[in-house]
């Protein structure tokens, strides 16, 4: 079974901040994607990065990071210099290899950026 | 690219009618269609699996008698929602896979909000 962590519930940082979002996981497959996602108050989830295990090169997008560590399972998300708009619920997401895998999601991380 | 939409974005209702939601991928093809179920300050809860041109496959504990799901082309889904009690009031949401190089991926709808009185 596959399963994801997200150990913490709340974060509340001060804008301009940096922020890291933890995720864990466990999964029995060898190769499997993993996903973060961004819902703000709207609700809608944004897609933020697809990250396939067999690639373990760290990515950087503006102010957004990931780091995939394949030997702790983990694919945490940092926010550099964090905005007002980047509070939302952040979700990481864990699916098998193939095409229109189901998604395993964590619970959720609630970002509040104050200004 | 890989827009979603869902129609109605909100809903409210009287017990005991029946509401349908749609939910269409704009710009791409999609061969599967999700279905999700959120409750306040929870995660997604996975309701059910379309695909086109068959039945669709339903998560433990969900009634398929309940929750009527149709995939009757490449670009719509519909969630039918049977005898609303307020218990179903909830946040419903959709996702779809293009296919090709970001089939793995899902792209979610706007979601909808009902309300059952």
């Known amino acids: 079974a596959q399963k994801v962590t997200q150990a913490q519930t709340e974060i509340s940082v001060v804008e301009k901040e940096d922020v890291t979002l933890d995720c864990v996981y466990e999964t029995r497959d060898t190769t499997y994607y993993l996903f973060w996602y961004k819902q703000p108050p709207s609700g809608e989830l944004v897609f933020l990065i697809r990250r396939n295990s067999f690639d373990e090169q760290n990515e950087i997008s503006g102010r957004y990071s990931w780091n995939f560590q394949k030997s702790t399972s983990s694919f945490n998300f940092t926010i550099t210099a964090s905005q007002v708009v980047d509070s939302a619920v952040y979700f990481c997401a864990l699916a098998h290899y193939g095409t229109n895998s189901k998604l395993t999601f964590g619970k959720g991380i609630t970002l509040s950026v104050r200004p | 690219g890989a827009v979603v939409s869902q129609h109605p974005s909100w809903v409210i209702c009287k017990s005991g009618t029946s509401v349908k939601i749609e939910c269409r991928s704009l710009?791409?093809?999609?061969?599967?269609m999700f279905w999700y179920r959120q409750f306040p300050k929870q995660s997604l809860m996975l309701m059910a699996t379309?695909?086109?041109?068959?039945?669709?496959?339903?998560e433990q504990g969900v009634e398929k008698d309940k929750f009527l799901i149709n995939h009757a082309s490449l670009t719509l889904s519909t969630l039918t929602v049977t005898s609303a009690h307020p218990e179903d009031s909830s946040f419903y949401i959709c996702?779809?896979?293009?296919?090709?190089?970001?089939?793995?991926?899902?792209?979610f709808g706007p979601g909808t909000r009902l309300t059952v009185l």
């Open positions: 379309s695909n086109e041109g068959s039945k669709a496959t339903y």
């Open positions: 710009d791409f093809q999609a061969t599967t």
């Open positions: 996702s779809a896979s293009p296919a090709g190089p970001t089939a793995q991926t899902q792209y």
